[in-house]
């Protein structure tokens, strides 16, 4: 057993750039990350200003602003937004913040309305962002220049939208959305197109906060070797209810039964990456009855990735798409080195019948729901990994090395037929455990900060 100074243990980081932080030797077979990389405040402060504020991030649905005056609010890293559809239907993203103070200007998470009032003074902005008012302007004795000024709220840099989801950025110089999700449009396609005319949230949402680091739960979405270990509550409800016991309709996937199944793992550019499963039960999916037409819609090949394949993804750094037990969306908002906003959306088909719109809650709520079988052991776990990160004891993590000895270059003979191009690929069962899907965010990661500490852009 390798004996442990702790001494050393707590000297300060690897000396050099971020890269030192990570043990990136695939030749040599090693991927490994230092724990500064979830517990130092100063790097989070760093990831907040170079990846966060300069890439693209999920702000939410384009169904959440169909209509004149619709609107919702969300964050950007640190930086507070509201999406809003003015009166002629265009959709524009704002920072949301008053102009004239910089106080939050709505607190609201989502609603209708055609103008937006901020709590300290009374200035007003209408719903296309445009400034319409301001409180005693007459009587504000203001120098002439003040009205050569653009009161109206600030725009963001970059706005566009995917199949009905709705990305954003601080920096202009991001490349076109559509070349920054590449070959993951892919799997975006799988969740968004199952509805005939297409996806929505579900009304609701689950939202927590977890004492622990953003990137526990960028990692925890694609890991498939936790399963078995951290959810023992969930698979021994899966024993009773193969016997007829508890409550069999609370699931669309039985892990029991697939955990010999083949999987995938994929990594694509900007840090993208997808962890894919067979299914041996397809006919338990919502979409079931409506195969058929399903497959006359986006085709045979298509529908059967959406039928007999499960997968989770991330699309760099904070959202995450997963087509498991329930077709959902998660994206996690860090707030502080130690502290993570989450929130899960439940998607459905819009205009699906009641029937199936009831089959895609209840396996949410069984499954990703607050009070599930599964989120509460996750944030356990994120908070005791916190706790034993933060004591200094333990400089790197062994816990990227799954799935190394079978990771192969370009494409292979599963995404070769789907025309997909990944980086890097690698190929097992359940129980292989692939820790390998975590290697392309982390490159990523080093790549932004090393580019921002730089000054350099970050998309060149």
Same mark, same amino acid.
């Given at each position: 057993?390798?004996?442990?100074?702790?001494?050393?243990?707590?000297?300060?980081?690897?000396?050099?750039?971020?890269?030192?932080?990570?043990?990136?030797?695939?030749?040599?077979?090693?991927?490994?990350?230092?724990?500064?990389?979830?517990?130092?405040?100063?790097?989070?402060?760093?990831?907040?200003?170079?990846?966060?504020?300069?890439?693209?991030?999920?702000?939410?649905?384009?169904?959440?602003?169909?209509?004149?005056?619709?609107?919702?609010?969300?964050?950007?890293?640190?930086?507070?937004?509201?999406?809003?559809?003015?009166?002629?239907?265009?959709?524009?993203?704002?920072?949301?913040?008053?102009?004239?103070?910089?106080?939050?200007?709505?607190?609201?998470?989502?609603?209708?309305?055609?103008?937006?009032?901020? !709590?300290?003074?009374?200035?007003?902005?209408?719903?296309?962002?445009?400034?319409i008012h301001i409180k005693d302007q007459?009587?504000? %004795?203001?120098?002439?220049?003040?009205?050569? /000024?653009?009161?109206?709220?600030?725009?963001?840099?970059?706005?566009?939208?995917?199949?009905?989801?709705?990305?954003?950025? #601080?920096?202009?110089? /991001?490349?076109?959305?559509?070349?920054?999700?590449?070959?993951? *449009?892919?799997?975006?396609?799988?969740?968004?197109?199952?509805?005939?005319?297409?996806?929505?949230?579900?009304?609701?949402?689950?939202?927590?906060?977890? *004492?622990?680091?953003?990137?526990?739960? #960028?990692?925890?979405?694609?890991?498939?070797?936790?399963?078995?270990?951290?959810?023992?509550?969930?698979?021994?409800?899966?024993?009773? *209810? *193969?016997?007829?016991?508890?409550?069999?309709?609370?699931?669309?996937?039985?892990?029991?039964?697939?955990?010999?199944?083949?999987?995938?793992?994929?990594?694509?550019?900007?840090?993208?990456?997808?962890?894919?499963?067979?299914?041996?039960? !397809?006919?338990?999916?919502?979409?079931? !009855?409506?195969?058929?037409?399903?497959?006359?819609?986006?085709?045979?090949?298509?529908?059967?990735?959406?039928?007999?394949?499960?997968?989770?993804?991330?699309?760099?750094?904070?959202?995450?798409?997963?087509?498991?037990?329930?077709?959902?969306?998660?994206?996690?908002?860090?707030?502080?080195?130690?502290?993570?906003?989450?929130?899960?959306?439940?998607?459905? %088909?819009?205009?699906?019948?009641?029937?199936?719109?009831?089959?895609?809650?209840?396996?949410?709520?069984?499954?990703?729901?607050?009070?599930?079988? %599964?989120?509460?052991?996750?944030?356990?776990?994120?908070?005791?990994?916190?706790?034993?990160?933060?004591?200094?004891?333990?400089?790197?993590?062994?816990?990227?090395?799954?799935?190394?000895?079978?990771?192969?270059?370009?494409?292979?003979?599963?995404?070769?037929?789907?025309?997909?191009?990944? /980086?890097?690929?690698?190929?097992?069962?359940?129980?292989?455990?692939?820790? /390998?899907?975590?290697?392309?965010?982390?490159?990523?990661?080093?790549?932004?900060?090393? %580019?921002?500490?730089?000054?350099a852009p970050a998309y060149p």
């Amino acid at each position: 057993m390798d004996s442990i100074d702790i001494s050393d243990a707590h000297r300060q980081r690897p000396a050099g750039s971020f890269r030192a932080l990570i043990d990136d030797r695939p030749d040599d077979g090693v991927f490994r990350l230092h724990r500064d990389v979830y517990t130092d405040p100063a790097l989070f402060d760093l990831e907040m200003r170079h990846i966060f504020e300069r890439s693209w991030s999920f702000l939410g649905f384009t169904s959440q602003v169909s209509q004149p005056h619709d609107f919702f609010t969300t964050h950007i890293g640190r930086v507070p937004v509201l999406v809003s559809c003015g009166e002629d239907g265009s959709v524009g993203a704002f920072l949301n913040i008053c102009r004239h103070k910089g106080a939050e200007l709505c607190a609201v998470r989502q609603g209708k309305s055609k103008s937006h009032v901020c !709590p300290y003074h009374g200035w007003i902005y209408d719903s296309s962002g445009r400034n319409i008012h301001i409180k005693d302007q007459d009587q504000g %004795a203001y120098h002439p220049s003040f009205d050569q /000024v653009d009161h109206g709220l600030v725009p963001l840099a970059a706005i566009g939208s995917y199949k009905g989801l709705i990305f954003g950025s #601080l920096n202009a110089d /991001v490349p076109p959305l559509e070349d920054f999700l590449g070959d993951m *449009r892919f799997f975006i396609d799988l969740a968004m197109e199952q509805g005939e005319n297409g996806m929505e949230p579900i009304p609701g949402r689950t939202q927590y906060t977890y *004492r622990g680091n953003w990137k526990f739960q #960028l990692d925890n979405g694609l890991d498939s070797y936790h399963l078995t270990s951290t959810h023992l509550s969930f698979m021994r409800a899966l024993d009773r *209810r *193969r016997v007829g016991e508890g409550n069999p309709h609370g699931n669309q996937t039985d892990f029991f039964k697939d955990s010999h199944c083949d999987t995938a793992s994929f990594g694509f550019d900007h840090g993208h990456t997808v962890f894919t499963m067979d299914n041996t039960e !397809p006919h338990r999916r919502p979409f079931w !009855p409506y195969i058929d037409k399903l497959r006359d819609r986006v085709g045979d090949a298509k529908a059967d990735w959406m039928s007999i394949k499960m997968f989770n993804s991330l699309v760099f750094p904070n959202m995450q798409l997963a087509h498991n037990t329930a077709l959902i969306l998660r994206v996690f908002r860090p707030i502080a080195v130690d502290l993570t906003e989450m929130t899960s959306y439940c998607l459905g %088909a819009i205009g699906e019948p009641p029937g199936e719109r009831g089959m895609r809650l209840r396996a949410f709520e069984d499954f990703y729901n607050a009070a599930g079988l %599964a989120t509460p052991d996750d944030s356990v776990v994120y908070e005791r990994c916190q706790q034993g990160m933060a004591t200094g004891a333990i400089g790197w993590l062994q816990g990227f090395s799954r799935g190394l000895g079978a990771l192969e270059t370009g494409q292979n003979d599963v995404t070769r037929p789907m025309g997909i191009n990944p /980086v890097e690929s690698s190929m097992g069962t359940l129980q292989s455990g692939q820790e /390998v899907v975590y290697h392309p965010p982390y490159r990523e990661w080093a790549r932004l900060m090393e %580019a921002g500490e730089a000054a350099a852009p970050a998309y060149p």
